[in-house]
Every structure is written in structure tokens, then in C-alpha cells.
């Protein structure tokens, strides 16, 4: 393979051997993006036509790759990034060339894959095969689908994974158009993020076309025995046949909250907005794939508690897929005003009291992973310095609900309205573009504060963003709800029977500040009568089950044993699955349980479980 007798050529010969001088390092330094060797002011990518057999057998995607490209006038390469993958040919204006160059393979980057052109090419084809190491692929087999009959694949390319399945500019500074031809099993469906079909075709063969420019991150692709249900005149779910009713229910204010989002934020921008219900083991609650969000079907609960999830990546084909984050460092513009405009969309739908209570839950999170940085304070400014680490690294609640309490904090200050008119232009003028950090606050100055450094400076937005921490003007959020709960807590906790908590119109978010409050020595007989009165245990409840869980784990509450190592084993979403295995390890540093259950679960984990999961478990 070229691939292999290349890296045996450079390791041989040196640089002096090949017929065109190889990339050397300090050019691969000077790429002016984080996280990507692409330098797209001289080479980029602008359209993708993506031809792809999906091979179940092998457990891999043959592809050809044929990149449309602006090219600088002192351009000498198209360099892109890749991992992990076979490149067989490329071919530049159709004509097959040698002149491509594997650079040495990074952490967690992979490789830079650097083609030969001149300023007249517009062109590149590659050939290539995706590899087991394709991290962001997760192929399943049937016992691990709902249905346990036919087998899936899904993606997940966020933050840097799009570089193991297609070579990328896989920066979310680069935005491209795309189209695709895929083949798949015949009695199977494909969808991705793009125009999408609504029924198997029995040729096997989809074709998909997304018009908006997208970054290489919100590539997606997914393939199994999946059906479309309609809910809206603009919204759908696909799902297995055997839950797709269960999501058309459970989906069912989808077309509502589209509704409520454009009129806050202004248009719909993508079209179609339908949600793809995924096999347990997705490691995210959900993936915010433009026209086609990707979803964990642990939001499946039966009574629509659980779907801020679904207002949260609808909000992102304003903030994020719309306007993009230049470099992970900037996430919180991508998470913060996605966690600000979620509960502005369930306030639309649901009410103020419900959005907030969402976000005392939030805050609760953040209080916790607050205290988990506490050796590491610059993982809790706004601004990240991701360079050299794993953008993952970045992922954590500061993004989202540090950066929800600032835009909040300047709504109360400066007033919703005069709030919705800044953002509404931040959006339109931003629109398929990418924003960073400096440029947004450049705006917010001019836009919202009328260039005033006083009025900007009084709400310590420099601090917010460049410093550890909480500032002192952040706003409190109060929810005469959750004082219900603690009323009832406390009765039950002072002797009062269970059975008389009054719980009838509680959701989950009252049952989960319910259990975050309770105290963490309770008793083991109170554990008992919770659990008799409302079968936390066996709850089918995701987001309840896995803070009972916790709760058990660390009060030594054995009754759950079975349950936790059931869901462990067929869970894969990284929210869960990270507090539970703490808790087992906190309980039993020698982890003798934890990492049995681990070897038993890992299979079923995707790899973006599975990177911080071997962490902590010690398996590196
Ligand atoms: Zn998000």
C-alpha cells in the first residue's frame, strides 16, 4: 500500500529521496489553525462530493472523496487532516498523481495529509478506506440495536473525529457544502446531515445534498433499519421500528418549539428539522447534525420530561451550526448561547418556572464540576487554551452553563428586549460564518453597550470570560417549585411517611433536585422507603435512575447492585456513565467491581466513552 512504502520511504531516504521536498515540521507548526494541520489561505476546501460504500462485513467505508477547492495564488498544497485512514489514490483535475505526502502521526490529531497542486488546480480526488481505528464510527451488531435483528452504524465527528472517517480541513474555521452517494445494505436506511430520504429504497443506494456550508464537525452519517415518522409540517423522527412511535409521543412539541425558537432568533435557516432517535450506546444526549439532530433514546422517558434536550439541539442551528465557534477554545459561543436560547425556547413552550428550574439544575452541575477543576482554574474560564491538549478536553459544563449564567446575567442587566434585538443581529449578521471570542466581544461593546467601556466594564464581562471562576454579579435563579420539594423533603426527612411526599405534579427535574438534596448520610432504611414508594431502582427514567444510582453507590445502598450493572452494560451515554463508575471507584478504590463491569460494558461504549472511561479506570 502507498501509505505504508511512503512511511517506509521517509524513514529510510529522508526528505532528499523524494521528488517534491516534503512538508517539514515548522510548516506543519505554522497552520493557523488549532487542532488542524489544514492552512486554508492557501488551499480551501469550499464543496465535497462524497461517494461511499458502507461494507457491514468488514466493518469499514470505501470512499471516494472529491474535494472542490479556492486556491491562494502562491498555493503549493491542499493540506488536510486525516486519521487513521488507507489513502489508495489521488487524483488532482483527474489526473492521478504521486505527489502527496503522509506527515508523522500526532496525539490524538492523526496526520497531515499534503497534496501537490499549483494555483490553477480546483480539484482533489482521493480513494481511500476508513480503518478500525475510525474513532468517531460506531458499528453495531444487532444485539445491540433495539430491533436485535439487523446491524447500524452511526458517527460522531465532534470535536475531531470527522478526520477518521473523511479527510478534512477539520477545523470548525472551515465551511464547505457537500453532497453524497452512499450505498448500504439493501433492507437498511442511510440518513446524514443533509436533505434526507424518508424510506428504505430497496437499490440500497441514497444520494444526499446539503446546500448550507457546514463544518467538517457536523459531518454525520448513520445507517440502520430506521423508519420516518412525521410531526410537524418541517419536523419528523427517525428511529427503529420498534420505538418509533414511542419518539413520534415523546417528540411530539418539536414543531412547537421550532416555532417558538424563530420567533425569538428569526428564521429557520436549514430547512427541515427532524431528530434521529440512536441505539443506546451514543455517548452524547445529542449531536446537533444540521437538519438532522443525532439523539440518545435515554430521553425516550414516556411523559416529555426529558425533551429539553431536543430544544437545546434545535437552538444550535442558530448558535453553533449557524454561527460557528473558529476554534474549540471559543466553545462557549457554541454551548453558552445554545444553553441560553434551550431555556428560552421550553420558557416559550412550558413556562418560566419550568425553564427555570432547569437551570438551577444547571447551576447545580456547575457547582460540581467547579469543585472538580479546583486544581486546574483555567479549565473554568470562558476562553480555553486547548492548544497541544484534546479539544474533549474543553467539553466540560463551563461551556455550557458558565457561559448560559453571562448571557443570562446580561439579559437581566440590560433588559430581554433590547437583549433579543443584539442577538438577533449577532445572528443574522453572523450567519454561516465563524465568530471567535474577541470578535464577539468587539460586537457585544459596540452592539449592546453602545461602545461604552463603562457599561461593558460594570458587567465584568472581561472577567466572565478570561478569569477562573464565578463573578460576583452573576445572576440568582430561584424557582418556587424547587421550594416545594425541599418543604416535602424536609416533612419526610423530620418522620413523615414517604407515601404522603405530595409528588403528584412533580417531573423529573423536581425528582432530580429532590435526590441532589438528599443529605449524603442518610440511612439505610430511608433508602428502603424511597425506594418501596417510588421504585427509583427499576425506574425506566434515565436521568433519575443514574442520580439514584450515585446516591446508592455512596451511601452503600446495595439494593441497586444489579440495576447499575444492567444499565452500565447497555448505557453509552458519557453523562451517566462518568458519575456512576466515580461513585463505584470512590466506594471501592481498588475497583475491582468497577472495572469488572467495565470489561463487560466496553464493548457496547463508543470511543468518546471509552477515551475518558479507559482514564479513569487506569487502563492507559
Ligand atoms: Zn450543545
Known amino acids: 500500500m502507498r501509505y505504508l512504502s511512503l512511511i517506509l520511504l521517509i524513514v529510510l531516504f529522508g526528505c532528499s529521496e523524494s521528488k517534491v521536498e516534503r512538508p517539514d515540521a515548522e510548516q506543519e507548526a505554522s497552520s493557523p489553525l488549532i487542532h488542524s494541520f489544514a492552512d486554508p489561505s492557501k488551499a480551501v476546501v469550499t464543496h465535497l462530493n462524497w461517494n461511499a460504500h458502507v461494507d457491514f462485513d468488514n466493518q469499514k467505508i470505501v470512499a471516494t472523496a472529491t474535494y472542490d477547492m479556492l486556491v491562494a495564488a502562491d498555493a503549493e498544497r491542499l493540506k488536510l487532516d486525516i486519521r487513521n485512514l488507507n489513502i489508495k489514490a489521488i487524483r488532482v483535475d483527474g489526473a492521478e498523481t504521486k505527489e502527496w505526502w503522509i506527515g508523522p502521526e500526532k496525539p490524538f490529531l ?17 480513494d481511500y478506506e476508513t480503518t478500525e481505528g475510525a474513532e468517531a464510527l460506531q458499528w453495531l451488531n444487532p444485539q445491540q440495536t433495539a430491533g436485535k435483528e439487523k446491524p447500524f452504524l452511526f458517527t460522531q465527528s465532534q470535536a475531531i473525529l ?42 440500497g443506494v441514497y ?43 415523546e417528540f411530539e412539541d418539536m414543531q412547537k418549539m421550532l416555532e417558538a425558537a424563530e420567533a425569538i432568533y428569526g428564521r429557520y435557516a436549514w430547512d427541515r428539522y427532524d431528530v434521529l432517535v440512536l441505539p443506546p450506546s451514543f455517548p452524547f444526549g445529542g449531536m446537533e447534525n444540521p437538519r438532522l439532530t443525532f439523539a440518545t433514546p435515554t430521553i425516550l422517558a414516556g411523559d416529555k420530561s426529558l425533551t429539553a434536550l431536543v430544544a437545546h439541539e434545535l437552538a444550535h442551528s442558530w448558535s453553533g451550526n449557524l454561527v460557528t465557534n473558529s476554534t474549540w477554545n471559543d466553545f462557549w459561543l457554541n454551548e453558552g448561547f445554545t444553553v441560553y436560547f434551550e431555556r428560552r425556547i421550553m420558557e416559550s413552550v412550558y413556562g418560566k418556572d419550568y425553564a427555570n428550574m432547569l437551570a438551577i439544575l444547571g447551576k447545580q452541575d456547575l457547582d460540581h464540576t467547579l469543585v472538580e477543576f479546583a486544581d486546574t482554574p483555567d479549565d473554568t474560564k470562558l476562553k480555553l487554551a486547548l492548544d497541544g491538549r484534546n479539544p474533549d478536553d474543553g467539553m466540560s459544563d463551563i461551556a455550557y452553563e458558565k457561559g448560559y449564567l453571562l448571557l443570562r446575567t446580561m439579559e437581566e442587566s440590560v433588559g430581554r428586549e433590547e437583549f433579543d434585538a443584539f442577538l438577533n ?46 463573578p460576583s454579579n452573576c445572576v440568582s435563579v430561584e424557582s418556587p417549585l424547587f421550594a416545594q420539594v425541599e418543604n416535602e423533603m424536609t416533612k419526610w426527612l423530620e418522620g413523615s411517611p414517604a407515601m404522603e411526599i405530595d409528588s403528584s405534579n412533580w417531573t423529573t427535574h423536581h425528582w432530580l433536585h429532590f435526590l441532589r438534596r438528599l443529605p449524603r448520610d442518610i440511612q439505610q432504611d430511608k433508602m428502603m422507603e424511597l425506594d418501596r414508594a417510588f421504585g427509583f431502582t427499576s425506574t ?46 470512590e466506594a471501592e478504590p481498588e475497583m475491582v467491581r468497577a472495572k469488572a463491569i467495565y470489561q463487560k460494558a466496553r464493548p457496547n461504549y463508543h470511543s468518546v466513552s471509552t477515551n475518558t472511561l479507559d482514564d479513569m479506570l487506569q487502563l492507559n
Open 110 to 126: 492523526g496526520q497531515e495529509l499534503a497534496i501537490a497542486i499549483t494555483p490553477e488546480s480546483k480539484q482533489v480526488s482521493i
Open 162 to 203: 470527522a478526520r477518521t472517517w473523511i479527510p478534512s480541513q477539520d477545523s470548525p474555521g472551515v465551511r464547505y457544502t457537500y453532497e453524497a452517494t452512499v450505498s448500504v445494505p439493501k433492507d437498511l436506511l442511510a440518513v446524514m446531515s443533509a436533505s434526507n430520504p424518508v424510506q428504505i429504497d430497496t437499490t
Open 207 to 249: 444520494t444526499f445534498q446539503m446546500n448550507q456550508p457546514i463544518p467538517s464537525y457536523l459531518m454525520a452519517l448513520s445507517v440502520g433499519d430506521l423508519r420516518f415518522a412525521e410531526i410537524g409540517e418541517r419536523t419528523g423522527v427517525y428511529a427503529e421500528p420498534s420505538i418509533l412511535d414511542a419518539a413520534a409521543y
Open 425 to 470: 443581529k449577532h445572528f443574522s449578521d453572523n450567519a454561516f460564518k465563524t465568530i471567535d471570542t474577541e470578535t464577539f466581544l468587539e460586537n457585544l461593546k459596540a452592539d449592546l453597550f453602545g461602545s461604552s467601556d463603562e457599561a461593558y466594564d460594570a458587567l465584568m464581562v472581561d472577567q466572565w470570560v478570561y478569569e477562573p471562576g464565578i
Open 540 to 585: 425506566g427514567n434515565s436521568e433519575i435512575a443514574a442520580e439514584w444510582f450515585v446516591l446508592s453507590i455512596s451511601v452503600g445502598y446495595e439494593a441497586v447492585n444489579e440495576e447499575v450493572e444492567a444499565f452500565l452494560i447497555s448505557v453509552g451515554r458519557r453523562k451517566f456513565l462518568v458519575p456512576i463508575y466515580r461513585a463505584l471507584i
